[in-house]
């Protein structure tokens, strides 16, 4: 009986080296995504204790904001800045964690930028709670490497975590980090 034209004889290629490259760089994207999302936020060391610097800065208010006057809370510092486009992300992702979460102090450091540059950007993305770092101190006091960085100070004044980068799951980070402070 002949093939019919439906039917081929010859049998399947492998893939190309190429393709599995690409098929492993996937694979790689996804299991990245799994663990920032699902498996970072839950992996908190509380027992990692680090003294937090004794950081003043000047807020949008005009008030100061003194990292001391805040024993006896949990603090989240968000530093980030108005050109950084995964901070414009994580942002408002913090901001809503702070509206639900009153008890918690949240404060959005900007970091390397003038005031009216923050002010524009505060009130366009409606930021509560802003705190300048204009000189970009905090890059060396918390070791801000990237932007946005989340610093943890726990009640005593210790720094517990620092998450660097976009994480959608921040809100349950924030979280489970209060909750075992």
């Not at 920032?36 to 807020?59: C, G, L, M, N, T």
């Not at 610093?151 to 980070?173: C, S, T």
Request: a positive charge; proline letters at 7%; charged letters at 20%.
């Amino acid at each position: 009986m002949q093939p019919s034209s439906a039917q081929s004889s010859e049998p399947a290629k492998p893939p190309s080296i190429g393709a599995r490259v690409w098929d492993a760089l996937a694979l790689l994207v996804v299991a990245f995504a799994i663990w920032k999302i699902f498996v970072a936020p839950r992996s908190f060391i509380a027992a990692h204790r680090v003294p937090a610097p004794a950081a003043v800065f000047e807020r949008l208010d005009g008030k100061s904001f003194r990292l001391a006057d805040q024993r006896g809370h949990t603090v989240f510092l968000d530093f980030f800045a108005s050109w950084c486009a995964p901070c414009k992300v994580e942002l408002p992702l913090v901001q809503s964690w702070a509206a639900h979460n009153p008890h918690a102090a949240v404060v959005a450091v900007d970091v390397g930028e003038k005031r009216s540059v923050v002010e524009e950007y505060a009130r366009r993305m409606h930021l509560r709670f802003v705190a300048l770092d204009p000189e970009s101190s905090a890059r060396a006091l918390f070791s801000v490497v990237g932007l946005p960085t989340v610093v943890v100070i726990d009640g005593h004044g210790d720094v517990r975590a620092r998450w660097e980068g976009l994480n959608p799951a921040i809100g349950l980070a924030m979280t489970n980090a209060e909750s075992k402070l």
